[in-house]
């Protein structure tokens, strides 16, 4: 008892721990309990949060990223057009919140703003109450172009390109993907509506059936 005690009121030598009073010394040098390792490069990885996806830098997500920060809240609604699956171009069309929420037409092409003008388009100034959320946006464009593709080809169809639309229906809703698509000689052949946020397909209008 004399040496428990003694051992629990004196400072722990260099190299030992205590892990409780009934505990004995443990040498932080002996050997490591089954499941772990004391090479940092080989120990077992545990409570990790999961890597963020990598983002598409011809995709929409780095086309609404590439705005300016003042815009970045304030999102209306994003479009592409002649997307195989990526578009040349996207513009999106955004409030500035620095200059009383007035409405600007965004470029970005490869990652960059190519021009920024002030939007007049009522029916988007009549959509200033909604924000598309970049970080909600968790299917982007080139996934949602292969989503639709199965959804064509169960209509004996083959996608050329698609027109994109990003859009939000109300306030608090989640974004959702709308692919106007085209065959290889730019024939409208059908519709396909999703939810950004999951990739479930919401609507095929034009397309008699979904792929099971």
Request: aromatic fraction near 8%; hydrophobic fraction near 40%.
């Amino acid at each position: 008892m004399a040496t428990s005690l003694f051992a629990q009121e004196q400072p722990q030598p260099s190299g030992w721990q205590i892990d409780s009073p009934n505990q004995p010394f443990i040498p932080s040098d002996a050997a490591p309990a089954s499941g772990f390792s004391e090479d940092p490069n080989t120990a077992p990885v545990t409570n990790q949060a999961p890597a963020a996806p990598e983002i598409d830098p011809k995709g929409a997500v780095a086309a609404m990223m590439a705005i300016d920060p003042k815009y970045i809240e304030g999102i209306v609604v994003v479009t592409g057009r002649g997307g195989s699956p990526e578009p040349g171009q996207w513009v999106v069309v955004a409030r500035d919140t620095d200059d009383l929420g007035v409405l600007h037409k965004i470029t970005v092409a490869d990652g960059q703003v190519i021009s920024d003008v002030q939007s007049l388009n009522a029916y988007e100034s009549f959509r200033q109450d909604v924000n598309i959320n970049p970080q909600e946006v968790q299917v982007d464009s080139g996934q949602a172009f292969f989503i639709a593709q199965p959804i064509a080809a169960a209509n004996e169809k083959i996608i050329g390109h698609v027109d994109y639309a990003l859009t939000i229906r109300g306030k608090d809703s989640a974004p959702i993907w709308t692919l106007n698509c085209f065959d290889i000689n730019g024939g409208y052949i059908g519709k396909v509506i999703m939810l950004a946020t999951t990739g479930d397909v919401l609507d095929t209008p034009g397309f008699r059936q979904q792929p099971h």
